[in-house]
Structures are given as C-alpha cells and as structure tokens.
C-alpha cells in the first residue's frame, strides 16, 4: 500500500512521457486522477491506522513490524564486503505517528497543487512529470525508513524542485533557482557521511549485520561502543548532529540558512510555492524527529536551549521581515519562517505538549500556508502584481475572495478555533513546563503579536478603505448601477471560480474544523510522541559489546 | 661479469616463452586486428564507408571473447615476470576493450570528420593500437614494460589527438601534448633508473622484496617515487600534471577526447595503483619514516589538489569540452581517494567508480557530440534552449551530468558512496579527505548544471523553426547509456561485485 502511494505518481508520469505534448488536457487529467488515486489511499491509511502503535523504535526483539505499520521490507541491494561483512540496503517502508499524517498532508498538497497547475500553459508535458517525479520523491522521504532510500528521495525532489522553479518561475528563477539547489545540495552531502558513518556504527539486532535501518538505528543499544559515532565517541557523536542539523535546518529553514527560502518562493509558479511551503518545509523538521534526535539523544538533550533560541530567532526575526515587505508573496514566505519556528521551538522543549504541538503545527502550517500561496496566487493571476499598496478595497468587490482570505489570514496569526491556535499554544505550554526553554517562550510571545500585526495590516491595507489612486485595477460602472472592479487583460471570474473554489474550501474547511476538533490528527500523534519523548530521554547505558 | 646462457638455458627459456603465449592470445588477436585494419584501408583506399569502422567494432568485440576465457586461467606471472595475469588486470582488459568500442561507435556519429578528414585511414588502426598498449598497461609488472606500454598508448594518443591536420586547434592540442608526455616520460624513466640504482630490480614484486630486506636511502627512494608519479599523473591528468588536458581535450577530436578522459586516466590508474600497492614496501622498515613523508602523503596532496582545483576552474569555463575537462582533473581527485586508504574497500572503490564515470563521461561527451554535429558549437551560450529541439539528448546529457556530481539515483553517486565509505571504514581517520570531496561536489553542482541551465532556463538566441534529430541509432545509444547510468544507480549489486572480484592483484593479499 505504502509503494503504491509512493509510486502512484511517477507511473503518472511514465503515462504522460507517452502522451504527445499537445495534448494538455490528457497530460493534466492524468496528474489529477494519481493525486485523487493517492489521496483515496491516503485515506484508507488514515482508516485502518491503527493509534496505539507507537513506533519510533523496533518492537522487542528489533522487529520493526509491531511497532510501525504498513511495514514494507525487502531486500534491496546487498554487497559482500570481505572484513566489513555485508553492505545491506533495504527496501523499507512503514508508517508511525509521525509520518502518518505527513503522508496525509502531503497526498493532499500534491493533489491541490495538481490543481493550482491547470493554468500553467507552458510545456506542460514537462511540467507534470516533473511535478509527478516530485510528488513521488517527497513521499518517499516521509515513508522510508531506511536511511539510504531517506536519502535516495531526498535527493531525487532536488532536481525536479531546480527545474519547475527554474523553467516555470519569474523573472529572477535562475538565481533563485541554483540558490535553492546548492543550499539543500550543501546540507545533504553531510548527510551523506553522518550516514555512512552511522552504517559502520550500528548493527541490526535481528540479523546482527551492519545496516541502514532508522529503526535499528533510533535504539542506542544497537550501537558499537568504539565506532566512528558510538557512545564512547562523544566528540564525533556532536559534530555528526550539528552537521546534520544544518542540514535539516536548511530546509526547514532556520535562520541564519533561511535566505534561499524568500527567494524561492518569489520566484516560483503558485502550485510550487504551494507545495515548497505546505510539504517540503516539513520534511526539515520530520528529518529531525525522524533521523537527527533519535539518533543522538544525549547530544540532543544537551542542545535543546540552542535549538529553543534559533526556534525563536526565526519566529521574531521571521515576523520583522514579513512586517517589512511590500511585496505579499514575501510576506508569506517570511510569515513561513516565522511559523516554522513554533515547530522548532515546540521541538526544543522536549516534552509531550511541545512535541505534540510542534507537529501538529507541521500538520497545521501545511494546510494554512498553502492556502495563504494559493490566494496570493489568486491575485496575481488578476492583478499581475503583489504589491500590497497596489489593491484597496477588494472585500466588496471580491467578497468571496475577501471570504477565505480572512480565515486563512486568521489561522495564520493565530486565532482561536482556527487550528492554528491550537498548535501554536502547545507548543507555548510545552516550551513554558521546560525548564530549559522557559525564558525563550516568553521572548517567542511577542513573535505572536508581530504575527498579528503584518498580517492584520496587510489584510487592512488590501481589502479594507477604497480603492487607491495608483491601484492594479480600474473601476466601472456595470449595467446594474452597481460599481465593480476591472482588472486590466484578466478575462476570468472577477471573484474566486469553481477551480479555486474547490483548491480553498476544502483548506478553509480543514483549518476551521481541527481547529475545534484536533483529535482526527492529534490522536494519531500521542502514543508515537510520548515513545519519542522516551526514547529522546538519556539513559545510562549499561549494555552491548 | 654477465654470462652468456648455455644451449639447455636458452631451450628452456624459448619453452617457457611458448608456453606462456597462450596467456597472451587478447594481445596476439589485437595485434592481427591492427595488421588487418591496415590491409582493409588498403583495399578500400580510406574511403568514408562504414566498413573500416564496422569491422573495427566487430574485431574488438571478438577480442572480449579471448578475454573472457582468460578467466579460467591462473593468476600468475608470464614472460620472466614482466607481465602478469590477474582479475585485476582483466577488469582493465574490458575496459579498454568496451571503451575503444564506444569511441569507435562515436566517431561514427561524429559529423566533424566528414569536414576535417579526407581519409578516416588508419584512424581505426590506431584506435586499435591504442587498445593494446591500454591492455598492456594494466598488465605490466615490470618497469621495462611499464615504460613501453605507457609510451605506445601516449604516442598514438599524440597521433590521435593531432587528427584534424588543417584544424589549427587540433594540432596546437597534439603538440602541447606531446611535450607534455616526452617531459613526464623522461622523468619517470629517470625514477626508474633510481628504483634500479637502488635494487638492481625491475620487476615490482622483487624491487618491493629487496627494498625492505635490504634497506635503502630514504631521499633516493622519495626522489624516484616523485618522478615516477610525474609520468603517473600525467596519465591520470592530477594536478600538478593536468596542464595538457585542458588544451588536448578541447583540441582533439571528441571521440578521442571521450577515450582519453576515461580510458587512458583507468589504464593510469591501473598501473599507478599496482605499483604503488605492490613495489613499494609497506611492512618494516617503513617507507613512511623518512623525511616525515610518504608516499600516501603525495597522493593525499595530489589528491585534494586536484579536487580542488579542478572543480573550482571549471566553473569559469565557457566551452562544454573545457569544462568537462577540468571536470575530468577533479573526477582523477576522488579517484585517488580510493587508492589512498589501501585496502580492498578502496580499491574495489576506485574500480567501481570508473565503471561509473565510463558510463557517464562517454553518455556526456556522446551528447556534447551529437549537439555539436546540429549546432556546429561546443560553446556554453549555444546550448541555450537546446532542451526543447532536442529533448531526448537534453535529458540524457542531465542525467549524465547529475551522475558526474553524484546525485542519487544515478550510478555517480553510488560511486561517490563506495569511495566515501572505504575513507570512513577507517574511522575518523580520513574523515578530512572525505570532507574535501562532498565539498568540492556541491561546488562542481554549479558548474555542471550550467548546462541544464542553458537547455532549459534560457531561450535560443536565433531560434529554429524545426527540432534536431540525432537519427534512430544515436538515439538508442544515448537512451541505453542513461538507462545503464540510473539502473547501476539503483542496482549496482553486478558493477560492485565485478569491481570485488577485480581487485585481486596477483603478489598481493589484503
């Protein structure tokens, strides 16, 4: 189940490579039906998920069955190595609380973004099976549980990222492009020896050969003492989890890696934008509660007030730039960073509540984000422009629009009963019960009310008053008497059409109802995050070699 | 005094001769196939059909044949010891062979010899002539035939190389480079002559025997390995030694420069490896003690050298031949990596990883051909929107060039993997050497996808109303080579195990 949710894509793509290019609306059916076929699936998965399983780590005796679900597990490639015994990779799939509702999000981002794409209208063949090629890889990540095929995928959504920003992008996208591109590429190779280094390190219980398996790994038993990253070399073991922090901390991004992210984001088409900040932000952070605090939880332990501080670097620093720009799509993006670093703070704490808060907030900042990038794209498609001084006035001529704008702008700052309430005050009443992080929560609050504030002045300055002088539009007296707004060259709804309708609603409706009910999510998260607050707890060891 | 040996001595020695010709049939058949080349030019007086071409892919692809039944034969050394037979020396032995075949099936795609040439002659000839002496490389175990094999491979090079007489270009390239190679010859066959001064040697295993039974001057011993490893690098194209192959890899005709950047550096790296793993001595007394340096040291520093400075002047680099060219110094970088943590991890590393690059640098250079048969141009600013006109090689000339970074999932990266892993099996020992090398990968990202950039992010500056088709076999060549570079990428298991098996070195247990 879990290879055809990842796998749905590129054989959409294999379909479309035999499509001829001409044929644009074949070549955009396929992609939607994929992204309805893997969001069905992902559906079911949230069905039958079953939330008592805890995952994290390997049942007792290292079987990873019985602990994660879906498990999918077969032999991959396998190398005789002479001393160094057998060279293993593993075809392994399988889900726990933590990924599963990553898989969740991301089956319904790609599926929105599949949407957001009907209006691309140039080399569209290209495009969808880059876009597939992408849906498939960010999947992966959030599925495998091998370190080596985590790393395949992680490295396979690079190039399809590099081009879909590059080709389908604005006037800058070939700086924005590359930038994106070295600074993930910069965070990954490290990854890629911290990996090799962990594979000469840790043995699998069950067949007691040397292996890339997360799940052997996230159990500090299955290491040698006197390897490279063994318990007894604590200095390797730091420089390993710093190196990888960067790493993830680039993509999440944190500050002082975040520059390529705005940059990004200004360039890229709206379905890209989309997808880079509901899902790919994401697998920062999952790659840290995934691979990076399991791994080494004692350097962990000891790093939790540093990472509390750059969490609340990027939730003050984030809300300054978002208040700063003129240009909305920037706002967001930075709006993004600040966000994300509710999740870092949530991380930092260390406990229950700010784990929990910190990947619903994930969850939560997905959903809202996206849909922030789809109204922003919404305008543009109009307007050409995202100078917010450039609009006034739109709430009565675009009540729709005005509509779920204001839910997405209120969830985003926020807004009790919206679900972005909810996972911001977990985060705050895990980051307050920590002794560590007590001080750093009390400085992030006022990340809340710079929040509120470029997002309630945006929303002010573009939707309320009248129209301004030097506005993207006109105004015209229809038929009726009635004044109404007239953009220049947009042929389309003036208000929000059936497409965006069915792209937003759905966001709208989500974001109000977890943020009255969380159980749908959150009670997939609990069991998992309190085996990962136990395992992210130090412990003497006392055992092996 | 020497002695003239006696009628029984020569009997025996003429016996042992033709018993070992047996051992030597690849070498024999190649030497016929070059003989008959010749008579075939003869015959068909160098007119342009493919028949000299044809029957040069036939008669290498026959020699395989005679390689692969080498397999059932012994380790062992033939001839006195100046040559030996082992797995080791048969991978090179393909490799040769398969490489000389592809550029054979290049030049036939390669439009500039229809305007440079009026007689292909006895180009295939030499193709042929070079495949022997790259064949005898790898199987040299004496500094003698080091020297011979080394100085037929360089001289046809040189004749290749300077192909296009009336190309100015193509001549400047073909004389620096025989400068270049007489100078570094000539210093390695001084270094030879201290090894020899030293142990009365020349074959490596004796020469490795005799420097640790009976000691030696350390500064001589360093003296002769730093020459000798001007004439290796040379070969290799490491830095300080690569100053040929930018100019040479630009001048020569592709096809050529596509072998020499991938079999000409393996046979370097073949006898570089064997002599550095067999005639130097690495128990007691160590080589390593004198003058706090080695000679791991040397190629530590070489190493990084090239890695460096290949990667980072590649990036200003505006001509697609040049730039894979400097790309090709730091590829010699990561190379040495694996010989420099000696062991078998290392060396079936460094195997492995030319398998990759045979595969991606010939896949890269076929396409920079085939691009430049339409656009008559290697130059950067010509690639501009050539992803639309020619989608196929567009994509294929991506991959390739992704795999020469080392991105998953192409089979560049499982070799970037093999080499790291072998520097980290040591520990933290070498941890800064595999530092060096995923650093200088992300730079040389930037680079490289400075031609993706031109193919799809930017338009033509003249654009053509139809598209550019390659034709139906270049085509299925550069599909198959891309197929081969993402499926070794994702099942590498066959490549791995033929790089395992081949890094057995006869005289040497690991």
């Given amino acids: ?545 | 005094m020497f002695e003239l040996p006696s009628g029984a001595e020569i009997q025996s020695i003429i016996a042992s001769l033709k018993g070992n010709v047996g051992f030597f049939l690849p070498e024999i058949y190649l030497s016929v196939l070059f003989m008959v080349l010749i008579l075939i030019d003869l015959v068909v007086k160098g007119r342009k059909n493919n028949l000299l071409s044809i029957a040069t892919l036939l008669g290498l692809a026959g020699s395989i044949f005679f390689i692969h039944q080498q397999h059932a034969l012994p380790a062992g050394e033939l001839f006195f010891g100046m040559y030996v037979l082992d797995p080791y020396a048969l991978f090179f032995k393909y490799f040769s062979v398969v490489g000389g075949m592809l550029a054979v099936i290049i030049t036939m795609a390669d439009r500039q010899f229809d305007r440079e040439v009026k007689s292909i002659g006895e180009y295939y000839a030499l193709i042929v002539s070079m495949v022997i002496g790259m064949i005898m490389m790898a199987s040299s175990a004496d500094l003698l035939m080091i020297f011979l094999s080394m100085e037929l491979v360089s001289l046809t090079a040189y004749i290749l190389t300077g192909y296009f007489k009336r190309n100015a270009r193509s001549s400047e390239a073909a004389l620096k480079y025989l400068v270049y190679g007489a100078v570094s010859s000539g210093l390695m066959i001084y270094g030879f002559s201290l090894i020899y001064g030293l142990t009365a040697q020349t074959n490596l295993i004796k020469i490795s025997t005799e420097l640790a039974a009976h000691g030696y001057d350390p500064l001589v011993a360093m003296l002769a390995t730093l020459l000798i490893l001007a004439g290796f690098g040379y070969k290799i194209g490491a830095v300080p030694f690569h100053f040929w192959s930018p100019d040479v890899y630009e001048g020569a005709p592709t096809p050529i420069t596509a072998y020499l950047s991938v079999a000409s550096k393996a046979a370097g790296f073949a006898l570089l490896t064997r002599f550095f793993l067999i005639s130097v001595p690495h128990g007691q007394p160590k080589i390593e003690d004198i003058l706090g340096i080695d000679w791991t040291l040397l190629l530590t520093v070489l190493s990084i050298a090239s890695m460096i400075y290949g990667n980072v002047v590649a990036i200003w680099q505006k001509n697609v031949k040049r730039l894979l060219a400097y790309s090709s110094i730091a590829h010699a970088g990561y190379l040495l990596l694996g010989i420099i943590v000696r062991d078998q991890l290392g060396t079936q590393a460094t195997l492995f990883y030319l398998l990759s690059y045979f595969l991606m640098n010939f896949g890269a250079f076929y396409v920079v051909i085939l691009i430049a048969n339409k656009t008559g141009s290697e130059n950067l600013d010509d690639y501009r929107g050539l992803g639309k006109r020619m989608p196929l090689a567009g994509a294929a000339l991506t991959v390739f060039l992704i795999s020469l970074v080392g991105l998953p999932p192409t089979v560049g990266f499982i070799g970037k993997l093999m080499i790291f892993s072998s520097l980290l099996a040591k520990g933290s020992l070498y941890l800064g050497l595999a530092l060096v090398g995923i650093l200088t990968s992300v730079i040389s990202l930037y680079y490289y996808m400075l031609i993706p950039l031109n193919m799809y992010l930017r338009d033509a500056q003249h654009p053509a109303e139809k598209d550019f088709n390659p034709g139906m076999i270049a085509q299925v060549l550069m599909a198959v080579l891309m197929f081969l570079t993402l499926y070794f990428g994702l099942f590498f298991t066959p490549l791995s195990d033929f790089a395992r098996y081949s890094s057995a070195l006869f005289g040497l247990t690991w």
């Fill in chain 1, 1 to 545: 189940m879990l290879s055809l949710i990842v796998f749905l894509p590129i054989i959409a793509g294999l379909i479309i490579l035999a499509v001829p290019s001409s044929q644009k609306q074949i070549i955009r059916i396929v992609s939607l039906l994929a992204a309805i076929a893997q969001g069905v699936l992902a559906v079911l998965l949230w069905r039958t998920y079953d939330p008592s399983m805890a995952g994290i780590t390997a049942a007792a005796g290292g079987n990873p069955v019985g602990s994660f679900q879906f498990v999918e597990k077969l032999p991959w490639i396998s190398l005789n190595l002479g001393g160094l015994g057998l060279f293993n990779i593993e075809y392994f799939l399988g889900v726990d609380g933590i990924s599963i509702t990553m898989v969740i999000l991301t089956a319904l981002i790609s599926a929105i973004g599949v949407l957001s794409s009907w209006t691309i209208q140039k080399q569209v063949k290209g495009y969808f099976i880059l876009y597939n090629l992408l849906a498939t890889a960010m999947m992966g990540c959030f599925v495998a549980l091998d370190f080596f095929l985590f790393y395949v995928f992680w490295e396979l959504m690079l190039l399809p990222m590099y081009f879909l920003i590059g080709i389908w992008g604005g006037p800058n996208r070939e700086y924005a492009a590359i930038k994106f591109f070295l600074y993930t590429l910069f965070g990954s190779v490290f990854m890629l020896l911290v990996m090799i280094g962990l594979y000469f390190s840790v043995l699998d219980p069950m067949t007691g050969n040397h292996t890339f398996s997360l799940v052997a790994m996230a159990d500090q038993h299955n290491f040698i003492k006197d390897a490279i990253l063994g318990p007894n070399n604590v200095m390797w073991r730091y420089i390993a989890f710093s190196v990888l922090f960067v790493g993830f901390a680039i993509k999440v991004p944190m500050f002082p890696f975040h520059t390529w992210l705005p940059d990004a984001h200004v360039e890229a088409p709206t379905p890209i934008s989309v997808i880079l900040a509901g899902v790919l932000l994401k697998l920062g952070t999952y790659g840290m509660l995934r691979i990076n605090f399991p791994l080494f939880p004692e350097v962990f332990h000891a790093g939790m007030f540093v990472i509390g501080v750059f969490g609340a670097i990027n939730i003050i620093y984030g809300a300054f730039c978002a208040l700063a720009q003129q240009d909305l799509k920037k706002m967001v993006a930075y709006s993004s960073i600040s966000h994300m670093g509710y999740v870092l703070l949530g991380l930092a704490a260390g406990n229950s509540e700010g784990m929990l808060g910190a990947l619903y907030q994930m969850f939560n900042h997905g959903t809202i984000t996206a849909m922030l990038f789809l109204l922003v794209g919404v305008i543009y498609d109009r307007a050409h422009t995202r100078q917010i001084d450039k609009f006034g006035g739109l709430s009565s001529y675009m009540p729709r629009y005005a509509a779920v704008v204001t839910i997405a702008w209120f969830a985003s700052l926020g807004l009790p009963g919206l679900s972005g309430f909810i996972s911001e005050a977990f985060v705050f009443v895990g980051a307050f019960s920590s002794v560590t992080t007590r001080y750093i929560a009390m400085v992030s609050v006022l990340g809340i009310v710079f929040g509120a504030a470029y997002l309630l002045w945006s929303l002010q300055r573009m939707f309320l008053g009248k129209r301004k002088a030097d506005a993207a539009y006109d105004l015209e007296v229809g038929a009726d008497g009635h004044e109404h707004i007239h953009f220049h060259d947009w042929k389309g709804k003036l208000d929000l059409d059936s497409r965006e309708l069915v792209m937003l609603v759905p966001l709208a409706v989500i974001t109000i109802f977890l943020g009255i009910y969380p159980m749908p999510i959150m009670g997939m998260l609990t069991t998992s995050i309190n085996k990962l607050v136990q395992v992210l707890t130090p412990v003497v060891l006392t055992s092996m070699n």
